[in-house]
């Protein structure tokens, strides 16, 4: 059997371990699903009306609002996995289990790689029922069968960049509340951006930061695929931020994983 496969049958493994891990202990996938859900409800059903209107959806019950909105939420759905990785990498290296891991015959990237693979597979989970609850609620999407799968590539690559950054958090926090709480930023950040409101109706100095972060793009690459608005340049910006973030995060988690093993 080669390296490669070797690499790959323990990843496996690890994937088997990271997804039993959540079957067996639900409680923090089900509170990180929930934040998204709540927002959604509380932004839909309390201010809909109101921001509805004042982008100009209909004032009668906001049901121009949650096309609006669904896809800034259903990226914070995206956003909220990263909390479930910090939190599960470094409760591994914290209880010491990862110095276990380092004396027996493994392949080293197995750890992370199912670390990594197992949360982006929850992630997707998580954000397909944060979907399914917003057409519940009204959302009603004009995406063609082709442009839902372009949805759901660019929600991946997404969920793939913070999850290798969110393993990096891990690997550097020395609690798991610590890991809890360094991931809360990518979760709200969204809000910061064009998820709830129009970048264009922001003071001129938080307009310009929210056009100008990560998630804004990303949120108008969604809405135009999902709703027909325009898309301009925020495809390419979208995929830059994704696949920049995704590097950054593997490189800094890796590094950071291999000198733990010298020390």
Request: with cysteine.
């Amino acid at each position: 059997m080669t390296t490669m496969a070797y690499a790959v049958r323990d990843s496996a493994t690890m994937l088997r371990r990271n997804l039993k891990h959540a079957q067996r202990y639900p409680g923090m996938t089900i509170s990180v699903l929930a934040t998204p859900v709540l927002i959604l409800l509380l932004f839909n059903y309390v201010f809909g009306r109101a921001l509805g209107a004042g982008i100009g959806g209909t004032s009668t019950g906001g049901s121009s609002y949650i096309d609006y909105l669904a896809p800034g939420i259903i990226l914070m759905g995206a956003t909220s996995g990263a909390l479930v990785t910090a939190v599960g990498v470094c409760v591994d290296m914290t209880e010491g289990i990862v110095n276990r891991f380092r004396t027996m015959a493994i392949s080293r990237a197995s750890f992370l790689t199912g670390h990594v693979v197992g949360s982006v597979i929850q992630t997707l989970v998580s954000t397909a029922l944060v979907t399914g609850i917003a057409l519940l609620v009204g959302f009603r999407p004009t995406a063609t069968p082709v442009e839902w799968l372009a949805v759901a590539g660019v929600l991946t690559l997404l969920i793939l960049a913070l999850t290798w950054l969110s393993a990096g958090i891990g690997l550097v926090a020395r609690t798991p509340e610590t890991a809890s709480n360094i991931p809360l930023p990518l979760t709200f950040l969204p809000f910061l951006g064009s998820a709830i409101v129009p970048t264009d109706s922001m003071p001129a100095g938080l307009r310009w930061f929210a056009e100008y972060q990560p998630f804004t793009p990303i949120i108008e690459t969604l809405r135009g695929l999902l709703m027909g608005t325009p898309i301009g340049n925020s495809a390419i910006m979208a995929l830059a931020w994704c696949v920049g973030l995704s590097l950054a995060g593997y490189l800094w988690a890796r590094s950071t994983f291999n000198r733990g093993a010298r020390r």
